[in-house]
Nanobody, 127 residues
Framework: QVQLVESGGGLVQPGGSLRLSCTAS????????MGWFRQYPGKEREFVAT????????EYASAVKGRFTISRDNAKNTVYLQMNMLRPEDTALYYC????????????????????WGRGTQVTVSS
């Protein structure tokens, strides 16, 4: 059974930082493209960041580029999202996803590409 478990969310002031983690089990993590998405109340899940199998290639939504960094540790089956210079508009429920039908060197920015999801972790940016 595949499980993705996110952690690291919380309340932070504008300009602050958080590091999200997502640990996977039940799949060949090193052969999965991983991604982070976020969802606002009443809205569809939107792409934030994605990373290839090796971690050598990444892609970001324009709203977070230069502030967020995605990385992975295949030995720990974990993907991270370092979020710096947080803004109130980053407040959302953050999900990690795994694309189990990817190929080496590719990444996935589309929600429909992902096969597995975690339950999400809440990030709130407020003073």
């Amino acid at each position: 059974q595949v499980q993705l478990v996110e952690s690291g969310g919380g309340l932070v002031q504008p300009g602050g930082s958080l590091r999200l983690s997502c640990t996977a089990s039940g799949l060949n993590f090193y052969r999965n493209v991983m991604g982070w998405f976020r969802q606002y109340p009443g809205k569809e899940r939107e792409f934030v960041a994605t990373i290839t199998w090796s971690g050598r290639r990444t892609e970001y939504a324009s709203a977070v580029k230069g502030r967020f960094t995605i990385s992975r540790d295949n030995a720990k089956n974990t993907v991270y999202l370092q979020m710096n210079m947080l803004r109130p508009e980053d407040t959302a429920l953050y999900y990690c996803g795994a694309d189990d039908n990817s190929v080496a060197g590719a990444y996935s920015t589309t929600y429909a590409r992902y096969d597995y999801w975690g339950r999400g972790t809440q990030v709130t940016v407020s003073s």
